[in-house]
C-alpha cells in the first residue's frame, strides 16, 4: 500500500510560479512512476505529466510543455511539480498518482495509476 500526500497549492498570479510536492509512504516508491493529474470544474480529470522509477523517462502533457517539469528524489520518497509561466487555465485541483514500474513507457492514462493522493488547489489569477 502506497499512500500519497500533496502539498505546495495555493494562489499564483498569471506568469507566477508554484513548486508541488508529493510526499509517499512505503519502501517501495524507488519502483513506482509517479504522475501528477488535475481537474478543473466540470472538466475531466488531465494528465499533466509523469516520470518513471528513476528519472530516465518523462512524459509530459500538451498544455504544459514548455512550462512545467517533474523530478524526484527517492532517497525523500518524494516527487516534485515545478509549475512556470502559469496561465488560468492551469486552475484545478493537483493529484498525484503511483503504479508500479513494469518496464514501459510512462502512461498518461489515469486507469494505469494504481494510487492516488486527495489532491491539492491550484488557483490562478490576478
Known amino acids: 500500500q502506497v499512500q500519497l500526500v500533496e502539498s505546495g497549492g495555493g494562489l499564483a498570479q498569471p506568469g507566477g510560479s508554484l513548486r508541488l510536492s508529493c510526499v509517499a509512504s512505503?519502501?517501495?516508491?524507488?519502483?513506482?512512476?509517479m504522475g501528477w493529474f488535475r481537474q478543473a470544474p466540470g472538466k475531466d480529470r488531465e494528465f499533466v505529466i509523469g516520470i518513471s522509477w528513476n528519472g530516465g523517462n518523462t512524459l509530459y502533457g500538451d498544455s504544459v510543455k514548455g512550462r512545467f517539469t517533474v523530478s524526484r528524489e527517492n532517497a525523500d520518497n518524494t516527487v516534485y511539480l515545478e509549475m512556470n509561466t502559469l496561465k488560468s487555465e492551469d486552475t484545478a485541483i493537483y493529484y498525484c498518482?503511483?503504479?508500479?514500474?513494469?518496464?514501459?513507457?510512462?502512461?498518461?492514462?489515469?486507469?494505469?495509476?494504481?494510487?492516488w493522493g486527495q489532491g491539492t488547489q491550484v488557483t490562478v489569477s490576478s
Open positions: 512505503g519502501r517501495t516508491f524507488s519502483t513506482y512512476v
Open positions: 498518482a503511483a503504479y508500479p514500474w513494469r518496464g514501459s513507457s510512462v502512461s498518461p492514462r489515469s486507469t494505469s495509476y494504481q494510487y
